[in-house]
């Protein structure tokens, strides 16, 4: 599947013939398979037309809209996708081993990353961040005790 980044102020993303087409101006930048497409992510001032909106809604590709820096606006997406199976299997292992290492994944994988910004914090301010990178260091151990999901969260 692909994912449509679009930043080039004034573009325009249009519907043709089974094809998301982004332009500038008449010149076609970028020409997808809308069967390919899984979401459209919209940067700074890009014009969508109606026809590619009720395109992308009745296939289930999401459009999201962002701000030149960045910053979150919102999105369209489709109701009619909901995978109730998938709902349903989630439900289940929700109680399970299965979202026990998932969340020791994913908090592990926070922290990992939080290391990472707060090295090159102290890079470039010139701090001191032992002490802060010794408890992350011990909370990524307690991690891998915690034997459930409550534990991880603090609960």
Do not use: W
């Amino acid at each position: 599947m692909s994912y449509l980044f679009v930043n080039s102020n004034g573009a325009h993303i249009n519907y043709d013939a089974n094809y998301v087409v982004v332009k500038y101006g008449e010149e076609a930048l970028r020409k997808i398979p809308v069967e390919n497409l899984e979401a459209i992510y919209i940067f700074t001032s890009v014009q969508i037309t109606s026809q590619c909106v009720v395109q992308c809604l009745k296939r289930g590709i999401n459009i999201s809209y962002y701000s030149k820096g960045g910053s979150y606006f919102g999105r369209l997406q489709s109701t009619n996708h909901i995978n109730v199976q998938r709902q349903r299997k989630q439900a289940a292992l929700a109680d399970s081993e299965f979202s026990l290492e998932l969340a020791k994944n994913i908090v592990s994988g926070k922290i990992h990353n939080q290391e990472i910004i707060l090295r090159r914090y102290a890079r470039s301010e010139d701090k001191d961040v032992k002490d802060f990178l010794v408890r992350m260091r011990q909370s990524l151990k307690k991690i891998g005790t915690c034997e459930s999901v409550s534990e991880i969260m603090g609960d």
